[in-house]
């Protein structure tokens, strides 16, 4: 291997990954595993974790499926006693599970004024509190052996709010924020080799947002048209444009970085739309 593949090697790396059963993690997890890390998906959808893990293991790559609840610390607790089984420990913790709701936007015909608070503290949560809670957890862990990545993942939406998606918008801007904070929290508290960071993706088309940017029959939705004018490079994201960027962070490339969240989203942060 030579020195500059070494500087970016992630090989051995033992990789958790919450919401790993999902498209954007899933697609992550996989090339960690095919980059010769070993990686434990740990999700809600178990069946779901199940099945990719089997992919990735058929392909070669080492992988197990782990039950979590990103809500319930003692689900987590459980999920990371049950990976340290598996794994033999862990060094890297990518926070992915997310997401929106649909009973929390606000597409016309519906007001803001009208948003029930239940679906807004849904998002809020799961976003928001099911980052910080996994990072706790694992978070002791790398404190204790005073070394660790903790990766989180942002949106575009924590740069410039969008419309319609007030708790989502604001749900990313606090895992952001929460990002910066843990950073200097760790290296001042604990161990300057615990690096905290977070990818935001643009616009990629998951479950969650597929509502908003397609119409049934598959065609652009007239939000969806805006973002792709709005996106210099004139498309969506392909899950796997996530990975040079996930690689980067937690490998040693990314040694002195700590604290940043790093846009991928074809240029649409950069845009004025003029």
């Known amino acids: 291997m030579s020195a500059q593949d070494k500087l970016f090697d992630v090989s051995g790396k033992r990789v958790a990954v919450t919401g790993g059963a999902g498209i954007l993690c899933g697609e992550m997890a996989k090339a960690l595993a095919a980059r010769g890390a070993k990686v434990a998906l740990l999700d809600f959808n178990l069946d779901g974790a199940k099945k990719l893990a089997d992919e990735i293991r ?10 979590c609840n990103v809500l319930e610390k003692d689900s987590v607790e459980k999920a990371y006693q ?3 089984g598996a794994l033999g420990g862990v060094d890297v913790l990518v926070n992915g599970a997310g997401g929106n709701k649909k009973d929390a936007t606000c597409a016309p015909p519906t007001a803001f004024f009208d948003l029930p608070a239940d679906a807004i503290r849904w998002v809020f949560d799961l976003n928001c509190l099911g980052t910080i809670l996994p990072s706790q957890v694992f978070g002791r862990h790398f404190a204790e052996k005073s070394a660790g990545v903790i990766i989180n993942v942002s949106s575009m939406n924590a740069f410039r709010p969008l419309t319609n998606i007030a708790a989502y918008s604001g749900a990313k801007a606090a895992v ?3 990002t ?7 290296c001042q508290r604990h161990s300057t080799k615990i690096r905290v960071n977070a990818i935001a993706p643009g616009f990629f088309l998951t479950d969650q947002n597929r509502f908003l940017l397609t119409n049934p029959d598959g065609s652009a939705t007239p939000r969806g048209n805006t973002i792709i004018t ?21 490998s040693d490339a990314a040694k002195f970085v700590t604290g940043i969240v ?13």
């Not at 058929?58 to 039950?67: D, K």
């Not at 990975?243 to 937690?250: D, E, K, S």
């Not at 846009?263 to 739309?273: E, L, Y």
């Open 230 to 250: 709005h996106t210099p490079m004139g498309r969506y994201g392909e899950p796997g444009e996530l990975v040079g960027a996930l690689v980067w962070l937690i």
């Open 82 to 84: 049950e990976t340290v």
């Open 180 to 186: 910066q904070w843990l950073a200097v929290y760790m």
């Open 58 to 67: 058929a392909a070669g790559g080492q992988a197990v499926a782990v039950h």
């Open 262 to 274: 790093v846009p991928i989203d074809g240029g649409f942060s950069a845009f004025s739309g003029v």
């Open 176 to 178: 952001s924020n929460f």
